[in-house]
């Protein structure tokens, strides 16, 4: 049975890295890890799992979020390197997959979709939707935290996995602005609310999106109101 859409199982997608204007030096990373509360052979250990994610050619401030978090919930420092080295493997991925198409290369000069892309494997996603999703926002690629997110909630709510990736890609191709993709979500609740079966709606939005301007428009064509 379909769920309802709960906002909250977006919240993995939502975390945005830390915005630093230089690249960290390794005695500013060592005082940022001390900062964080850690014995001394911990942060040691810390600073080591950091130096691993550069010596791999990622900034290690991309993880910083996560020392951030690890400090504000307690978490031992044996589980944050766990964390953190997980984080640098999902890193490698991502960039692996990216860098097999051209529309990959804008995608991974830009930390926040590397780390995207990173969390939508962590999420589950297969290499063919990522790279489903990455083609679709070629032209808009500041778009694609906003279709990852719909790609996700999609799925979760409980939409056929193929047509949640048509319906994203559609949405990405369309002129609808990215802030309206959430309401693709809600069209599918309320017509299932009059009994329209989800597949069948979502394969009626794939039509309707390329010819449509607005949300507003959208919403006509798909509810008739």
């Keep these: 049975m379909l769920k309802h859409f ?15 204007a230089d690249s960290f030096t390794e005695k500013s990373i060592k005082d940022f890890v001390r900062e964080s509360g850690y014995s001394e052979s911990e942060q040691a250990a810390i600073v080591n799992t950091l130096t691993e994610a550069e010596a791999a050619g990622f900034d290690s401030t991309m993880l910083f979020p996560r020392i951030k978090e690890a400090k ?8 944050l390197i766990s964390v953190l080295k997980k984080e640098i493997e999902r890193l490698i991925s991502a960039e692996s997959i990216l860098s097999q198409i051209p529309e ?7 930390q926040a979709s590397l780390l995207r892309a990173a969390n939508l ?20 690629p ?23 990736l048509e319906l994203t890609e559609a949405a990405a191709l369309s002129k609808l602005k990215s802030r309206n993709f959430p309401g693709i979500q809600e069209l599918l609740v309320r017509g299932r609310g009059n009994s329209i079966p989800p597949e069948k709606l979502a394969f009626e939005i794939i039509k309707a999106l390329p010819e449509i301007t607005n949300f507003s428009e959208l919403k006509r064509r798909i509810l008739y109101e």
Excluded: Y
């Design 6 to 20: 709960v906002p909250v199982i977006l919240l993995f997608f939502c975390i945005t890295s830390v915005s630093f």
């Design 72 to 79: 504000a919930k307690k978490v031992s420092a044996q589980r």
């Design 104 to 110: 990959g290369k804008a995608f991974l000069k830009n």
């Design 121 to 140: 494997i962590a999420w589950g996603a297969e290499e063919a939707e990522l790279l489903a999703i990455v083609t679709a926002c070629k032209n808009r």
């Design 142 to 164: 500041e778009d694609f935290q906003q279709a990852t997110i719909l790609f996700v909630s999609l799925v979760t709510w409980g939409l056929e996995r193929g047509s949640s």
